[in-house]
C-alpha cells in the first residue's frame, strides 16, 4: 500500500540525518522547522480579484447622483434586511452572485461577510453533482475557482488556464510566470530530502480521463516527480524548509512526523478533489457522440476513488495497455451512471469549459514534452555508462550511435507510463541486456544505407558502370575513393566512414545524426567537390582503375602513393591516409582557382606559385632512382630564429582570432575564401610566405580576424 511506501521515505529521511549529523552550531531550532514547515504548507498566491480596486486611481470627487442608494458604490445595503438579501441571493447562479460581489466594494463586503456564507452554500449546492467545496477553501474562492473568468495573479479576464489540484487560475502569460518545472530546484537536494519534500508539494493534476488505470494512482503524492509542475512561490518556500531539513537532528524529523503525515494527507484529497472537478466538467463538454462513453468511465472513476484503487502503487503491467477498453475491473454504481447534470442546467457555460479543456490540452502537450525530454535524458546517461562498461570490449568504437542517437535506440523506455517513469540503470540494463547486440547493428546498416545512397553510380564509362553494377554492396561503395562525406552541421571534410560516424559521435553527442525521425535522411552530405580531386589524383597516379580506399591506404602508408610538395601540414609516410592526401590536394587547387595574380607578380600583382601541378607532384609507386619518401619531399621548416619571429607575432594575437595573410587577401576575388587563413604554425607560415609568394615572412604581412562565415570547424 502507499502508507508502506510513505513510511518508508520518512524512515530513509531520518537514516539520512543520523548519518550526516550536524555541528551544535548548524543545527536548527524545532520551532524554526516548524515554523518553515508551516509557512511552506500555507503559503499561497495572492489573489488580484479580491484586491483589484487597491490598484485602480481614485475617482474624482463629486457626488454619484444617478446611482440608486442601494448600489452605491461605498454602500453596504444598509436598508436592505440582510435575511431579504439572502432569500434573494439564494436564487443565484455562482456564476451570477460572483459577478455581483464585483458590482462594487460594498456588495464584495456584504457578499463575503460570514452573514452570507449561506448563500454561496446555497448557490454551489444548487448546480447538480458539482463536488462540495473543500474544507479548507472558502466558498467565494471556490466559486471564483471553478466559474470564474479573472486571473488570480493580474485580474484579466478570459483567464483560462486553470487546475484544481494547484487551485488557480490564471491567464497565460501568469501561469507561465507562477507554475513551473521543479527540476531545476529540486535536482539540487538530496534524494531522501526530495522524496519528501515531493510528499508534502502539491503538484498540477496528472490525472489523465482517457487511461484511467494507468492514472489513477497519480492523484497520490507518492506518483509525484521532479519534472511536475508546481506553484512557484509554494516551491521555493518548501525548497527553503528543505534546507532548514538538512540541519536537523533524528529528533527533529520524528518530532515533524505527524504534521508531514497530515500535509500528504492534505495533497492526496487536493488531487482526488481534482479529479472529481475534472470528471465533472467533461460531462458539460461532452458531445452526443462521446456522452456515453464520459459518463461511463466517470462512473468507473468514482468506483475505484471509493475502494481506495488511487491508495494503490501503479501496476508496472498495465504500463503499456490501454486497458479502459475493458470495462469489468471495477463495479460501478447505478446512481454514478444516470447523472443529475445531464437533466438539468449546467451552471457553468459550455463555451468556457471548452476554451478551459482547449487550454489544458495544450499545457499538457508541453508538460509532455517535458517529461519525455527527461526520460531520454536519463535513457542518454545510461547508455553512455553502458558503453564505457560494456560496449568498448563488444564492438568498433567507431561504429557506435552517439549519446542522442544511442538513447532513441530504446526510445520505448522513455514513454512508459506517459514518460513518468524514472529510468534507473539497473530498469536500463534489463532492457539492454538482451537487444543492444541487435540494436546496434541495425544502427550501424541503417546508417551505411544511408551514406552509400549518397554517393551517385558513374554514368559515363559503360564497362565501369557494368563492374559497378555487379559489386554494388554497401561494403564496397564505402569503400570507393570518392566515398567521402562532410559534416553539416560544422562543415568539416573528407571523413569516409566509419569515421563519420565516429566524428559525430564525439563532435556532435546531443544531436541526430538523422535528419528525419524515418531515419532515412542524414546530417551528412557527400563531398561532391572531393570526389572531383580524388579522380584527379587518380587520374595523375594513372591509377583509374583503383576502387578500393584499402588498396589505395596500404599504397600510401607504403609510399607507393604521395605527393611530393614541401607542405609540412602533409603527414609522412606510413601516418598520412587516403582522405588526408585528398583532403590536401583539394585545399591547394581551391588556393590556385581563387587567386587572380600572375605566376611571377607580373602587372602589379603579388606573386602566387602553383607548387600542386598533379603532373607533377603525385607519384606512384615510387621514385625510380629508389629513394624513399622522406628523400623525395624537401619540406620547408621555419628556421629557430624565424620561428621565434613567427610566434611573436602569433602571441600577440587577440583571443578567438585567425591569422590571415594580407597577400593573399589582396589577389583573392571573394573575401570569404577560407584559403586566406593560414595555420597557427611556424613551419606553415613560412612554409606559405616561401613557396607560395616567394619572399620571407613579415609581421605587416599578417593581420588578425574572427569572421562569422567560416565553418564551426575551422576555430
Request: charged share 25%; proline share 6%; with cysteine.
Amino acid at each position: 500500500m502507499a502508507m508502506v511506501a510513505v513510511e518508508e521515505r520518512l524512515s530513509r529521511l531520518e537514516a539520512y540525518t543520523r548519518a550526516h549529523p550536524e555541528p551544535v552550531s548548524c543545527k536548527v531550532d524545532l520551532v524554526d522547522l516548524a515554523s518553515e514547515f508551516q509557512r511552506a504548507v500555507e503559503s499561497m498566491p495572492v489573489h488580484a480579484w479580491t484586491q483589484r480596486n487597491n490598484t485602480r486611481p481614485r475617482r474624482p470627487g463629486g457626488r454619484q447622483t444617478k446611482i440608486p442608494q442601494y448600489f452605491a458604490w461605498k454602500c453596504r445595503l444598509p436598508n436592505l434586511p440582510i435575511d431579504v438579501f439572502l432569500e434573494i441571493a439564494a436564487y443565484l447562479s455562482p456564476t451570477d452572485l460572483l459577478h455581483l460581489s464585483r458590482v462594487s466594494k460594498g456588495l464584495c463586503t456584504t457578499l463575503e461577510s460570514p452573514e452570507c456564507r449561506i448563500a454561496w452554500l446555497r448557490a454551489l449546492r444548487s448546480v447538480p453533482d458539482l463536488p462540495p467545496c473543500p474544507n479548507d477553501m472558502s466558498e467565494t474562492l471556490y466559486t471564483a475557482l471553478v466559474f470564474g473568468q479573472n486571473c488570480f495573479a493580474c485580474g484579466a479576464n478570459e483567464a483560462y488556464e486553470v487546475d484544481y489540484a494547484l487551485r488557480v487560475r490564471y491567464c497565460g502569460t501568469c501561469y507561465n510566470d507562477n507554475v513551473v518545472d521543479g527540476a531545476a530546484l529540486l535536482k539540487d537536494l538530496p534524494d531522501p530530502i526530495r522524496d519528501v519534500v515531493m510528499l508534502v508539494l502539491p503538484a498540477a493534476t496528472s490525472f489523465e480521463f482517457h487511461h484511467i488505470r494507468r492514472s489513477i494512482s497519480r492523484t497520490h503524492p507518492l506518483s509525484q516527480i521532479m519534472q511536475d509542475h508546481y506553484l512557484r512561490r509554494s516551491l521555493e518556500d518548501t525548497v527553503r524548509w528543505a534546507s532548514y531539513l538538512t540541519h536537523a537532528s533524528v529528533e527533529d524529523v520524528a518530532a515533524l512526523k505527524p504534521a508531514i503525515r497530515q500535509r500528504i494527507n492534505d495533497v492526496l484529497q487536493r488531487q482526488v478533489h481534482a479529479v472529481l472537478l475534472d470528471c465533472w466538467e467533461r460531462l458539460i463538454d461532452a458531445t452526443p457522440e462521446n456522452l456515453d462513453d464520459d459518463v461511463s468511465r466517470r462512473a468507473r472513476i468514482m468506483s475505484l476513488l471509493r475502494s481506495n484503487k488511487h491508495l494503490e502503487l501503479p501496476s508496472i503491467d498495465l504500463d503499456d495497455l490501454d486497458s479502459d477498453d475493458d470495462d469489468n475491473y471495477c463495479e460501478v454504481q447505478e446512481c454514478d451512471l444516470a447523472p443529475e447534470i445531464l437533466r438539468s442546467s449546467y451552471g457553468k457555460s459550455r463555451e468556457q469549459t471548452v476554451q478551459e479543456a482547449i487550454a489544458r490540452e495544450d499545457r499538457m502537450e508541453v508538460v509532455h514534452e517535458t517529461w519525455l525530454q527527461a526520460r531520454y535524458g536519463e535513457i542518454e546517461d545510461c547508455y553512455q555508462r553502458l558503453v564505457e562498461m560494456r560496449l568498448q570490449d563488444y564492438c568498433d568504437p567507431k561504429i557506435l550511435p552517439n549519446r542522442y542517437d544511442g538513447a532513441r535506440l530504446w526510445d520505448h523506455l522513455a514513454y512508459r507510463d506517459s514518460s513518468r517513469r524514472t529510468i534507473t540503470y539497473d530498469d536500463f540494463l534489463e532492457e539492454a541486456d538482451d537487444t543492444y547486440a541487435d540494436a546496434i547493428p541495425s544502427y550501424r546498416e541503417a546508417l551505411k544505407r544511408a551514406l552509400a545512397s549518397l554517393i551517385p553510380q558513374p554514368q559515363d564509362d559503360k564497362d565501369c558502370t557494368r563492374i559497378l553494377d555487379r559489386c554494388w554492396s554497401l561494403g564496397s561503395v564505402l569503400l570507393l575513393p570518392e566515398a567521402l562525406f562532410s559534416c553539416i552541421e560544422c562543415g568539416k571534410s573528407a571523413i569516409p566512414w566509419p569515421d563519420i560516424n565516429d566524428h559525430w559521435r564525439m563532435a556532435h553527442p546531443n544531436k541526430s545524426i538523422w535528419f528525419d525521425k524515418d531515419r532515412e535522411k542524414l546530417n551528412v552530405r557527400w563531398w561532391r567537390r572531393g570526389a572531383s580531386t580524388a579522380f584527379k589524383i587518380l587520374r595523375a597516379a594513372d591509377l583509374e582503375q583503383a576502387r578500393n580506399t584499402y588498396v589505395l591506404n596500404v599504397w600510401i602508408s607504403s609510399g607507393k602513393l604521395l605527393c611530393i610538395c614541401s607542405d609540412p601540414t602533409l603527414r609522412q609516410p606510413p601516418h598520412l591516409t587516403w582522405p588526408e592526401l585528398v583532403l590536401h590536394v583539394h585545399a591547394h587547387l581551391q588556393a590556385n582557382q581563387a587567386r587572380k595574380s600572375a605566376p611571377v607578380g607580373e602587372g602589379g600583382l603579388h606573386a602566387w606559385m602553383n607548387d600542386h601541378d598533379l603532373n607533377d607532384c603525385i607519384m606512384s609507386f615510387g621514385d625510380p632512382h629508389g629513394l624513399p619518401p622522406e628523400q623525395l619531399r624537401r619540406v620547408v621548416r621555419a628556421t629557430p630564429c624565424l620561428r621565434v619571429h613567427i610566434m611573436e607575432a602569433l602571441d600577440s594575437s587577440p583571443g578567438g582570432t585567425l591569422p590571415i595573410c594580407r597577400i593573399c587577401e589582396e589577389i583573392t576575388s571573394n573575401p570569404k575564401d577560407v584559403s586566406i587563413f593560414l595555420q597557427q604554425d611556424a613551419d606553415a607560415i613560412a612554409y606559405h610566405m616561401e613557396v607560395k609568394h616567394g619572399r620571407q615572412f613579415d609581421k605587416g604581412d599578417v593581420r588578425f580576424g574572427k569572421p562569422w562565415y567560416l565553418p564551426r570547424y575551422y576555430m
